[in-house]
């Protein structure tokens, strides 16, 4: 991680919000060195604070297992809520109706979405929850020691395991099984690309499922397991490269070349560009997004970037008509019936 | 003729279900409310859309006692699958009306017997068409019962009437029929049992209403923001209620709404979304019934130790597994008053009328968010899905208590010195802070992982020690939140009862058969868990108190002699359950049974 520290009598480096970087800054990691979730922990970080998103404004979720240890390595000055195993769906769908101008970051793991939590998974999904919903994806259980997770491939060895002789289950797939409205897929080795998505996610209003090979260190970093970092490095092949570009930096926008790029714009104006690699690429596509991630699988291609978008479908809690006052600032007044009520319903009883 | 009996008889009506006899009973029941005098409903139903036996049970009683009673006076067989049995249930000297398309034996001569031509005379309605002739026939039995024990006219109309929500076309249809059954009665039967209605104004001022809507009705009193839940009998009307009221009775000007009530995909997301939006500080609810609940209970041990406001209402069926899932109990306190791994003490509000769930419906947010703990609301089908006679529902009668919230402008004044599970009060309870608040120190971490006081993650064995203590001490201060037992000290008793819930009309019946027969016994009803001081001052002031309850292993009984131990040898347990309402006479069986032999051959005569 890189971080420019202030120069002596130099003004600190501040966002357009006024504050720096360390304002976004976590618990330091206890996770273990070189773990793929503390480089996703760091872009996280970079993400908010280039968007200049007051902490206050995000919201942290995650069930159980490594990966939902992490939202303490980020985003101190943010509440969080590390719930139960496979549950962090269903906490964070009540949550946030409370205030709907919170941005909501979930960080899950293969085990807690593919297994257990396979079941809240899906109809987060299929609810369009405004949230961002990570899965850090290692193929295994690191916290119980090295069991095989439902994302592990056909084949895969791991020490006390055996053979894993079960197909795997594939996040993108049962996002976009289950009508995602963002599904993308990065590499936590390739930091530029898992923050420029990062951000388009953050910006997305609905569901926005991303997720991210991340490396397992400690029990599956052998050279030919698909969910290590040699494996990744040798075969990510990315759909394109895209760039976020918020919604008041038009300018940034002639920096690209043009002819060769699509650009996908979000509910909030801000903008994905998405520039064309060898593939012709349309990610607002469901069909082609499914073949994609079918030919893929076929093929055993590490296929990162956006997958699918789809930015004009009403989140959740839009569906519900709440007042423009948060609900958790509403006050007695608001929220007990007149007193005068009382003999009304009376009378509606027999 | 032999002497008329007034007002004081049971009815039971066996049907088919889903042929519409429901509306044909609930007429029944609110025409004999609306005509002043005491009644209560039961309705004894599969767990099944159509085809299979289901029974309405009707009891009117000029003083007021309106538990189940066991044996019906009056019978009307509509179900030729349940007829024999039906006939053999009719009470020695009682009535049996059956739809004479019935060609079965009768084979009583201690009661009377009346047949009725349902068949015949709907197909004679004019205006039923054919496809509704099965549904309104039923109707046909309300009119020939009215007819023959003397149910007013004019009253069925008003029941019908409002049943239709005063829509003229299936009101007058459904009318007509009720008349034309009281006009064949008429010319055809001939009056030879004593049973008889007289109008009182017994029932002026209350209303009738069921559980479930007044508990949904007293969230919304309450200030319900969030509920989840997801589809249970008995529990489904208590969220279809909100569904049905909210839109009203918390309309906006702008059109906007103050609340969101979710349909989950099971009853851990159910629990889990409540949950997530007590945290964030939304009165939030849940409701389910005893399946339900065994899956909510890692939140409910999440909500205890991560300390969440949240509010559960179980009403309660019978069983362990599926059970009888149409059937009444209170069989769920000893899980829920530990429910979920590890230490863990739960409050436990218990209401034992219609009133009491519309009282706890708007109290169980106050008691929940003060605490900042799950508040489970123990209703049950009985109180929960038939309609109970009540008195009105009264506006709450304080603010509501929000709890200890630190907002922008105290941590301003804290300068942002504050840790969410400090203690600083000594009563338990830390102050805490709601996602959204724009403050640097405003956020903490909420897990369900060990935590010290400034809501960091700790395995320090002093830091797990000191917070478990806490809760317990948080607990003890539960006990003045919660609402307080009902005592009735009577001077010189045999003995004191100690009960619960949806039992009160039956113990209360049974107190007073007893009473009558010369045996005094001192009362006190639950209302909530934790125990306050009343419990064991009642238990200490008597030789033996008598535990009444709906379930098989005495399950308060046992939560008693945990908790007072010394007392325990004094207590007695009188528990039975087999899917039914309660029924004085088992109660008052079980109280002989463990009263000396002087006592209980006193009452011998009974």
Same mark, same amino acid.
């Given at each position: 991680?890189?971080?420019? $520290?202030?120069?002596?009598?130099?003004?600190?480096?501040?966002?357009?919000?006024?504050?720096?970087?360390?304002?976004?800054?976590? *618990?330091?990691?206890?996770?273990?060195?070189?773990?793929?979730?503390?480089?996703?922990?760091?872009?996280?970080?970079?993400?908010?604070?280039?968007?200049?998103?007051?902490?206050?404004?995000?919201?942290?979720?995650?069930?159980?297992?490594?990966?939902?240890?992490?939202? *303490?390595?980020?985003?101190?000055?943010?509440?969080?809520?590390?719930?139960?195993?496979?549950?962090?769906?269903?906490?964070?769908?009540?949550?946030?109706?409370?205030?709907?101008?919170?941005?909501?970051?979930?960080?899950?793991?293969?085990?807690?979405?593919?297994?257990?939590?396979?079941?809240?998974?899906?109809?987060?999904?299929?609810?369009?929850?405004?949230?961002?919903?990570?899965?850090? *994806?290692?193929?295994?259980?690191?916290?119980?020691?090295?069991?095989?997770?439902?994302?592990? /491939?056909?084949?895969?060895?791991?020490?006390?395991?055996?053979?894993?002789?079960?197909?795997?289950?594939?996040?993108?797939?049962?996002?976009?099984?289950?009508?995602?409205?963002?599904?993308?897929?990065?590499?936590?080795?390739?930091?530029?690309?898992?923050?420029?998505?990062?951000?388009?996610?953050?910006?997305?209003?609905?569901?926005?499922?991303?997720?991210?090979?991340?490396?397992?260190?400690?029990?599956?970093?052998?050279?030919?397991?698909?969910?290590?970092?040699?494996?990744?490095?040798?075969?990510?092949?990315?759909?394109?490269?895209?760039?976020?570009?918020?919604?008041?930096?038009?300018?940034?926008?002639? #920096?690209?070349?043009?002819?060769?790029?699509? /650009?996908?714009?979000?509910?909030?104006?801000?903008?994905?560009? $998405?520039?064309?690699?060898?593939? #012709?690429?349309?990610?607002?596509?469901?069909?082609?997004?499914?073949?994609?991630?079918?030919?893929?699988?076929?093929?055993?291609?590490?296929?990162?970037?956006?997958?699918?978008?789809?930015?004009?479908?009403?989140?959740?809690?839009?569906?519900?008509?709440?007042?423009?006052?948060?609900?958790?600032?509403?006050?007695?007044? #608001?929220?007990?019936?007149?007193?005068?009520?009382?003999?009304?319903?009376?009378?509606?009883?027999? | 003729?032999?002497?008329?009996?007034? &007002?004081?008889?049971?009815?039971?009506?066996?049907?088919? &279900?889903?042929?519409?006899? +429901?509306?044909?009973?609930?007429?029944?029941?609110?025409?004999?409310?609306?005509?002043?005098?005491?009644?209560?409903?039961?309705?004894?139903?599969?767990?099944?859309?159509?085809?299979?036996?289901?029974?309405?049970?009707?009891?009117?009683?000029?003083?007021?006692?309106?538990?189940?009673?066991?044996?019906?006076?009056?019978?009307?067989?509509? &179900?030729?699958? +349940?007829?024999?049995?039906?006939?053999?249930?009719?009470?020695?000297?009682?009535?049996?009306?059956?739809?004479?398309?019935?060609?079965?034996?009768?084979?009583?001569?201690?009661?009377?017997?009346?047949?009725?031509?349902?068949?015949?005379?709907?197909?004679?309605?004019?205006?039923?068409?054919?496809?509704?002739?099965?549904?309104?026939?039923?109707?046909?039995?309300?009119?020939?019962?009215?007819?023959?024990?003397?149910?007013?006219?004019?009253?069925?109309?008003?029941?019908?009437?409002?049943?239709?929500?005063?829509?003229?076309?299936?009101?007058?249809?459904?009318?007509?029929?009720?008349?034309?059954?009281?006009?064949?009665?008429?010319?055809?039967?001939?009056?030879?049992?004593?049973?008889?209605?007289?109008?009182?104004?017994?029932?002026?001022?209350?209303?009738?209403?069921?559980?479930?809507?007044?508990?949904?009705?007293?969230?919304?009193?309450?200030?319900?923001?969030?509920?989840?839940?997801?589809?249970?009998?008995?529990? +489904?009307?208590?969220?279809?209620?909100?569904?049905?009221?909210?839109?009203?009775?918390?309309?906006?000007?702008?059109?906007?709404?103050?609340?969101?009530?979710?349909?989950? !995909?099971?009853?851990?997301?159910?629990?889990?979304?409540?949950?997530?939006?007590?945290?964030?500080?939304?009165?939030?609810?849940?409701?389910?019934?005893?399946?339900?609940?065994?899956?909510?209970?890692?939140?409910?041990?999440?909500?205890?130790?991560?300390?969440?406001?949240?509010?559960?209402?179980?009403?309660?069926?019978?069983?362990?597994?599926?059970?009888?899932?149409?059937?009444?109990?209170?069989?769920?306190?000893?899980?829920?008053?530990?429910?979920?791994?590890?230490?863990?003490?739960?409050?436990?509000?218990?209401?034992?009328?219609?009133?009491?769930?519309?009282?706890?419906?708007?109290?169980?947010?106050?008691?929940?968010?003060?605490?900042?703990?799950?508040?489970?609301?123990?209703?049950?089908?009985?109180?929960?899905?038939?309609?109970?006679?009540?008195?009105?529902?009264?506006?709450?009668?304080?603010?509501?208590?929000?709890?200890?919230?630190?907002?922008?402008?105290?941590?301003?004044?804290?300068?942002?010195?504050?840790?969410?599970?400090?203690?600083?009060?000594?009563?338990?309870?830390?102050?805490?802070?709601?996602?959204?608040?724009?403050?640097?120190?405003?956020?903490?971490?909420?897990?369900?992982?060990?935590?010290?006081?400034?809501?960091?993650?700790?395995?320090?064995?002093?830091?797990?020690?000191?917070?478990?203590?806490?809760?317990?001490?948080?607990?003890?201060?539960?006990?003045?939140?919660?609402?307080?037992?009902?005592?009735?000290?009577?001077?010189?008793?045999?003995?004191?009862?100690?009960?619960?819930?949806?039992?009160?009309?039956?113990?209360?019946?049974?107190?007073?058969?007893?009473?009558?027969?010369?045996?005094?016994?001192?009362?006190?009803?639950?209302?909530?868990?934790?125990?306050?001081?009343?419990?064991?001052?009642?238990?200490?002031?008597? &030789?033996?108190?008598?535990?009444? !309850?709906?379930?098989?292993?005495?399950?308060?009984?046992?939560?008693?002699?945990?908790?007072?131990?010394?007392?325990?040898?004094?207590?007695?347990?009188?528990?039975?359950?087999?899917?039914?309402?309660?029924?004085?006479?088992?109660?008052?069986?079980?109280?002989?049974?463990?009263?000396?032999?002087?006592?209980?051959?006193?009452?011998?005569?009974?």
């Amino acid at each position: 991680m890189t971080q420019t $520290l202030p120069l002596a009598g130099a003004p600190q480096q501040v966002n357009a919000i006024g504050l720096t970087r360390k304002d976004y800054l976590g *618990n330091p990691t206890t996770l273990c060195q070189g773990c793929g979730h503390n480089s996703i922990a760091n872009q996280i970080i970079t993400a908010c604070y280039e968007m200049s998103i007051p902490p206050e404004k995000i919201v942290k979720f995650s069930g159980i297992g490594c990966s939902s240890k992490s939202p *303490n390595y980020f985003l101190n000055r943010s509440f969080g809520f590390n719930g139960l195993h496979g549950r962090m769906p269903s906490v964070a769908t009540g949550a946030l109706f409370a205030d709907i101008t919170l941005h909501a970051i979930g960080v899950s793991g293969d085990g807690d979405t593919a297994s257990i939590g396979m079941g809240q998974f899906k109809h987060v999904v299929r609810r369009n929850v405004d949230m961002l919903y990570i899965v850090e *994806n290692n193929g295994v259980y690191g916290l119980t020691k090295g069991q095989f997770s439902a994302t592990a /491939e056909v084949g895969l060895e791991l020490k006390k395991q055996g053979v894993n002789q079960y197909m795997p289950v594939d996040i993108c797939m049962e996002a976009i099984a289950a009508n995602a409205t963002f599904v993308a897929r990065s590499f936590a080795g390739d930091p530029k690309q898992v923050k420029e998505l990062l951000k388009a996610a953050i910006a997305h209003r609905g569901i926005a499922v991303f997720d991210i090979i991340s490396p397992c260190v400690t029990f599956n970093n052998q050279e030919n397991a698909y969910h290590s970092y040699t494996w990744g490095k040798d075969h990510e092949a990315p759909l394109h490269e895209l760039l976020f570009v918020p919604a008041r930096d038009e300018i940034m926008i002639e #920096d690209i070349e043009p002819g060769a790029t699509l /650009e996908v714009e979000l509910h909030d104006g801000s903008v994905i560009v $998405l520039k064309k690699l060898e593939r #012709d690429y349309n990610p607002t596509h469901r069909w082609e997004a499914l073949k994609m991630l079918e030919e893929a699988q076929r093929n055993n291609w590490l296929v990162t970037g956006l997958i699918y978008v789809e930015s004009n479908r009403p989140s959740f809690t839009d569906t519900f008509h709440l007042v423009d006052t948060p609900l958790n600032r509403l006050t007695e007044k #608001d929220l007990r019936p007149a007193p005068e009520t009382i003999e009304m319903v009376n009378r509606m009883m027999f | 003729m032999t002497q008329k009996i007034v &007002n004081d008889f049971s009815i039971m009506i066996g049907t088919v &279900n889903g042929s519409g006899s +429901s509306t044909a009973n609930t007429t029944i029941l609110r025409a004999i409310f609306k005509m002043g005098i005491p009644v209560s409903g039961k309705n004894l139903f599969p767990s099944n859309i159509q085809g299979q036996p289901t029974w309405y049970t009707v009891r009117v009683n000029k003083d007021g006692f309106l538990a189940r009673d066991d044996q019906p006076h009056i019978v009307i067989a509509m &179900n030729p699958a +349940s007829y024999t049995r039906d006939l053999a249930d009719v009470a020695p000297g009682g009535v049996f009306f059956y739809a004479d398309d019935i060609k079965l034996p009768i084979n009583r001569n201690d009661v009377t017997v009346y047949p009725m031509a349902i068949k015949q005379i709907i197909r004679e309605q004019k205006d039923v068409p054919p496809h509704l002739r099965d549904l309104v026939a039923n109707m046909v039995y309300v009119g020939v019962l009215a007819e023959m024990i003397g149910i007013d006219l004019e009253r069925i109309y008003d029941a019908l009437a409002f049943h239709f929500k005063k829509r003229e076309k299936p009101t007058m249809m459904n009318f007509n029929a009720v008349k034309a059954g009281a006009e064949w009665a008429r010319a055809n039967l001939t009056k030879s049992d004593p049973f008889v209605l007289e109008p009182m104004d017994k029932t002026n001022g209350l209303i009738m209403a069921d559980g479930n809507t007044a508990a949904a009705l007293g969230a919304i009193y309450g200030g319900l923001q969030f509920a989840a839940w997801y589809p249970i009998t008995p529990a +489904s009307s208590l969220a279809e209620a909100l569904n049905d009221y909210l839109p009203m009775l918390r309309k906006r000007e702008d059109g906007k709404r103050t609340y969101a009530v979710v349909q989950a !995909e099971d009853e851990l997301a159910a629990l889990g979304m409540a949950i997530g939006a007590g945290w964030a500080g939304l009165r939030a609810m849940t409701s389910t019934s005893g399946p339900g609940l065994s899956l909510m209970a890692e939140f409910a041990g999440l909500a205890y130790y991560a300390e969440v406001p949240v509010v559960i209402w179980d009403v309660q069926r019978i069983g362990p597994s599926t059970g009888l899932p149409t059937r009444t109990s209170q069989g769920d306190l000893t899980f829920v008053a530990h429910i979920s791994h590890g230490d863990k003490q739960s409050v436990i509000l218990l209401p034992s009328s219609i009133s009491e769930c519309f009282e706890f419906g708007w109290q169980a947010f106050d008691i929940a968010e003060r605490l900042q703990m799950p508040v489970f609301v123990l209703s049950d089908l009985d109180l929960g899905m038939n309609q109970w006679m009540s008195k009105p529902f009264e506006y709450p009668n304080r603010p509501m208590d929000r709890g200890k919230i630190l907002r922008e402008e105290d941590l301003e004044k804290l300068d942002g010195n504050w840790g969410r599970y400090l203690d600083v009060d000594d009563d338990g309870i830390p102050w805490r802070t709601l996602p959204g608040i724009m403050h640097p120190k405003a956020a903490y971490f909420t897990r369900g992982t060990g935590h010290d006081e400034y809501a960091r993650y700790s395995e320090d064995p002093n830091v797990y020690w000191r917070l478990m203590q806490r809760l317990k001490k948080k607990y003890k201060t539960v006990e003045q939140y919660v609402p307080r037992p009902i005592v009735q000290q009577v001077e010189g008793a045999e003995a004191g009862l100690i009960f619960y819930g949806s039992t009160e009309p039956a113990v209360e019946e049974a107190r007073a058969r007893l009473a009558a027969a010369g045996l005094k016994l001192s009362a006190l009803r639950i209302r909530a868990l934790p125990f306050t001081e009343e419990v064991p001052a009642f238990i200490e002031k008597h &030789n033996t108190v008598i535990v009444i !309850e709906m379930n098989r292993d005495g399950q308060m009984c046992q939560l008693l002699c945990a908790a007072y131990p010394a007392l325990a040898p004094k207590l007695r347990s009188v528990a039975y359950v087999d899917g039914l309402p309660a029924s004085a006479k088992w109660v008052q069986e079980g109280i002989l049974q463990h009263l000396s032999q002087p006592a209980s051959e006193s009452v011998q005569s009974l």
